[in-house]
């Protein structure tokens, strides 16, 4: 065993790191399977290459990997940008709370219904198999499997921009055991000896099937940061009733649960930051392991509330938000509006994959009243055209809109200060709230409307989301 720490330890300073690894895990591989031949060790060849990963990526460089807004199209207008997105948005919710009273009466398998969610408005670019495959995937915060489309696909697959990954075509394809930690199978069944774990993914708008699967899994935007890791449990999909994936592949999910990167990368933590909406030429930026690191006397760091236990709630990254403030006002916002209850419903949670903040009804007419009351032009309905509730009209669909004050987010221990173009929206003569009414009863969402132009740290280790303001086309 200490030579192949020392092999892991070795590898971080030589130039061709990640190809010296590869050699690490084959010899690490070896000797899994010389240890498994003895009669008295047990353990499962799965669990096995899962501890690989997590070596392989706590060793390791830190992975880069550039984000491409969905909407980023000059093309599409601020006011069909958020319609789309609101679009979304409400499928997401409406799966979420729909799960929530499902999991509240016990009539739904958390086993076999994990958190998966239509929409997602950032495209991460990764690779599967060897040789490697280049397929685009909404990056996900709210929800954890990894996978994408694989050949053959009937009529029942949505279309994608890239080819289909086919596992036949690659040397490093395999299938997970029903008996994996990892297994999505239905709990308390014997699964059969050799048996492939078949699964069937619910989201807003429609559902997902397959067969779970390991692959190699290549991450990073250049060559120099790219990394290999072996033995990625996914989502092999064969079949989907749905049709709206907006140019990517599949999903990448970067949720709490173990199935997500960042839990079988073991990376500790990882950061992105979103450049702004009106930047339609930057790539934002997410990063994984050692890079993922705030530093400078602005960063400001908050706990995450302990999720409940109970999936599909169990994979949301949630925070105290304790109050907001309008310039220097203090908005007068019930102090237990953004609480998760005992059953597991309410709080706040933070998402890449939803576009608008939503907030519980308490909030959001402080918020709206506030907004309101410092605009002095006219309003108007933009619901139509964008969704949105509150509205003004600009003199002209080239009229700059009137200075409006921060808005700050108080959360516990840290204030997260949004300034105008954060919290406000404008496009087609209109200059609306870029928020909404959460009024079905669930849980309420940072957007990541409401996050651009800030570097957002998970560090899933220490439980904490620390934040900056940044330019985050120069990351």
């Given at each position: 065993?200490?030579?192949?720490q020392?092999?892991?330890?070795?590898?971080?300073?030589?130039?061709?790191?990640?190809?010296?690894?590869?050699?690490?895990f084959?010899?690490?591989?070896?000797?899994?399977?010389?240890?498994?031949?003895?009669p008295?060790?047990?353990?499962?060849?799965?669990?096995?290459?899962?501890?690989?990963?997590?070596t392989?990526?706590?060793?390791?460089d830190?992975?880069r990997?550039?984000?491409?807004r969905?909407?980023?199209?000059p093309?599409?207008?601020?006011?069909?940008?958020?319609?789309?997105?609101?679009?979304?948005?409400?499928?997401?919710?409406?799966?979420?709370f729909?799960r929530?009273?499902?999991?509240?009466?016990?009539?739904?398998?958390?086993?076999t219904?994990?958190?998966?969610?239509?929409?997602?408005?950032?495209?991460?670019?990764?690779?599967?198999?060897?040789?490697?495959?280049?397929?685009?995937?909404i990056?996900?915060?709210?929800?954890?499997?990894?996978?994408?489309?694989?050949?053959?696909?009937g009529?029942?697959?949505?279309?994608?921009?890239?080819?289909?990954?086919?596992?036949?075509s690659?040397?490093?394809?395999?299938?997970?055991?029903?008996?994996?930690?990892?297994?999505?199978c239905?709990?308390g069944?014997?699964?059969?000896?050799?048996?492939?774990?078949?699964?069937?993914q619910?989201?807003?708008?429609?559902?997902?099937?397959g067969?779970?699967?390991?692959?190699t899994?290549?991450?990073?935007?250049?060559?120099?940061?790219?990394?290999?890791?072996?033995?990625?449990?996914?989502?092999c999909?064969?079949?989907?009733?749905?049709?709206?994936?907006?140019g990517s592949?599949g999903?990448?999910?970067?949720?709490?649960?173990?199935?997500?990167?960042?839990?079988q990368?073991?990376a500790?933590r990882?950061?992105?930051?979103?450049?702004?909406?009106?930047?339609?030429?930057?790539?934002?930026?997410?990063?994984?392991?050692?890079?993922?690191?705030?530093?400078?006397t602005?960063?400001?760091s908050?706990p995450?509330?302990?999720?409940?236990?109970?999936a599909?709630?169990?994979?949301?990254?949630?925070?105290?938000?304790?109050g907001?403030s309008l310039?220097t006002?203090a908005?007068?916002?019930?102090?237990?509006?953004f609480?998760l209850k005992?059953d597991?419903?309410?709080?706040?949670?933070?998402d890449?994959?939803?576009?608008?903040?939503?907030?519980?009804?308490a909030?959001?007419?402080?918020v709206?009243?506030?907004?309101?009351?410092?605009v002095?032009?006219?309003?108007?309905?933009?619901?139509?055209?964008?969704?949105?509730?509150?509205?003004?009209?600009?003199?002209?669909?080239?009229?700059?809109?009137?200075?409006?004050p921060?808005?700050?987010?108080?959360?516990?221990g840290?204030?997260?200060?949004?300034?105008a173009?954060s919290?406000?929206?404008s496009?087609s003569?209109?200059?609306?709230?870029?928020?909404?009414?959460?009024?079905?009863?669930?849980m309420?969402?940072?957007?990541?409307?409401?996050?651009?132009?800030?570097?957002?740290?998970?560090?899933?280790?220490?439980?904490t989301?620390?934040?900056?303001?940044?330019k985050?086309?120069?990351l």
């Amino acid at each position: 065993m200490a030579e192949l720490q020392n092999c892991f330890s070795s590898s971080r300073q030589l130039p061709n790191k990640h190809w010296h690894k590869m050699a690490c895990f084959d010899q690490l591989l070896r000797a899994a399977a010389a240890w498994m031949s003895l009669p008295s060790q047990m353990a499962s060849l799965t669990v096995i290459i899962f501890l690989v990963c997590a070596t392989l990526a706590s060793g390791a460089d830190s992975v880069r990997v550039g984000l491409t807004r969905i909407h980023s199209d000059p093309g599409v207008t601020a006011s069909q940008f958020v319609r789309d997105a609101l679009r979304r948005d409400m499928h997401r919710h409406a799966a979420r709370f729909g799960r929530e009273l499902a999991a509240s009466d016990g009539s739904v398998s958390a086993q076999t219904r994990l958190d998966l969610l239509n929409g997602g408005e950032y495209l991460m670019t990764l690779a599967i198999g060897t040789p490697p495959l280049v397929y685009p995937a909404i990056a996900d915060t709210g929800s954890d499997l990894i996978w994408t489309q694989c050949a053959p696909c009937g009529k029942q697959c949505f279309k994608q921009p890239v080819p289909l990954y086919n596992p036949s075509s690659s040397t490093t394809f395999g299938m997970l055991p029903c008996n994996s930690s990892l297994s999505m199978c239905a709990a308390g069944a014997t699964p059969p000896a050799g048996c492939a774990c078949m699964y069937n993914q619910t989201y807003g708008t429609g559902w997902t099937a397959g067969v779970q699967s390991t692959e190699t899994f290549t991450f990073g935007s250049a060559p120099v940061d790219q990394a290999r890791v072996p033995g990625i449990a996914f989502g092999c999909s064969n079949a989907s009733s749905s049709n709206d994936w907006n140019g990517s592949a599949g999903l990448v999910g970067l949720g709490r649960g173990s199935l997500s990167l960042v839990s079988q990368l073991g990376a500790g933590r990882f950061s992105y930051c979103l450049t702004p909406f009106q930047d339609t030429n930057s790539t934002s930026t997410l990063l994984l392991g050692l890079s993922a690191a705030l530093n400078g006397t602005g960063v400001r760091s908050t706990p995450f509330v302990a999720s409940p236990a109970k999936a599909p709630r169990s994979t949301y990254y949630y925070l105290n938000l304790t109050g907001i403030s309008l310039g220097t006002t203090a908005l007068p916002v019930p102090s237990n509006a953004f609480s998760l209850k005992a059953d597991g419903t309410g709080g706040l949670i933070i998402d890449s994959g939803t576009t608008i903040t939503s907030l519980v009804d308490a909030a959001y007419q402080q918020v709206r009243v506030a907004v309101k009351s410092l605009v002095t032009l006219p309003t108007t309905d933009g619901s139509d055209e964008t969704g949105l509730d509150l509205c003004f009209a600009l003199p002209s669909s080239t009229s700059a809109p009137p200075a409006m004050p921060s808005m700050t987010l108080h959360f516990d221990g840290a204030d997260m200060v949004l300034l105008a173009d954060s919290y406000m929206i404008s496009g087609s003569g209109l200059w609306c709230l870029a928020m909404v009414n959460q009024t079905n009863g669930g849980m309420s969402t940072l957007g990541n409307y409401q996050q651009q132009n800030m570097h957002i740290l998970y560090d899933v280790r220490k439980e904490t989301l620390s934040f900056v303001p940044a330019k985050c086309s120069t990351l």
